[in-house]
């Protein structure tokens, strides 16, 4: 795996299970934003099974079906409660898939989005790396290479 990009999933209806069209908006924004990084790249999105986040990353296989990502969602990556038992799973789940895919895309929530990117560089690549905030709909690059966190 080359780079991890962490999503928070969209803008949700007030019924907390459809994206409102701001919210599919921001998805599609957000993959314009990073076509050139996961252009020609094996590509394989992982989301939490809530309807918001995997609607979200339905929006993301949409529009980059053409480079046939693959997906799955797991009750891993959300919880109600302290996330920070859940980061150790996480973190499995994505070395499970780091020696097949170039790319792999969280969908996900508020604390993981957060947390999880620089769990991840400080376990897998020794470097601290300062977390961000990511309002619905924005997300986070880690370049496994460079060793570096933006926002998307």
Request: glycine share 4%.
């Amino acid at each position: 795996m080359k780079t991890l990009i962490i999503v928070r999933h969209g803008e949700e209806e007030p019924n907390g299970i459809d994206l409102t069209v701001d919210g599919v908006k921001a998805i599609i924004a957000l993959v314009q934003r990073i076509e050139d990084i996961v252009k020609n790249q094996k590509i394989m999105i992982l989301s939490s099974d809530k309807d918001r986040a995997v609607e979200t990353a339905m929006v993301i296989q949409r529009i980059i079906r053409k480079e046939r990502p693959h997906f799955a969602e797991t009750n891993i990556l959300w919880t109600e409660d302290s996330k920070g038992e859940k980061l150790d799973d996480v973190l499995k789940l994505v070395l499970s898939y780091e020696k097949e895919y170039d790319v792999i895309i969280i969908v996900t929530h508020t604390d993981y989005v957060r947390d999880f990117p620089p769990f991840f560089a400080k376990e897998q690549l020794n470097k601290n790396l300062h977390p961000f905030n990511c309002m619905k709909g924005e997300g986070l690059i880690l370049d496994c290479n460079e060793i570096t966190l933006k926002k998307i």
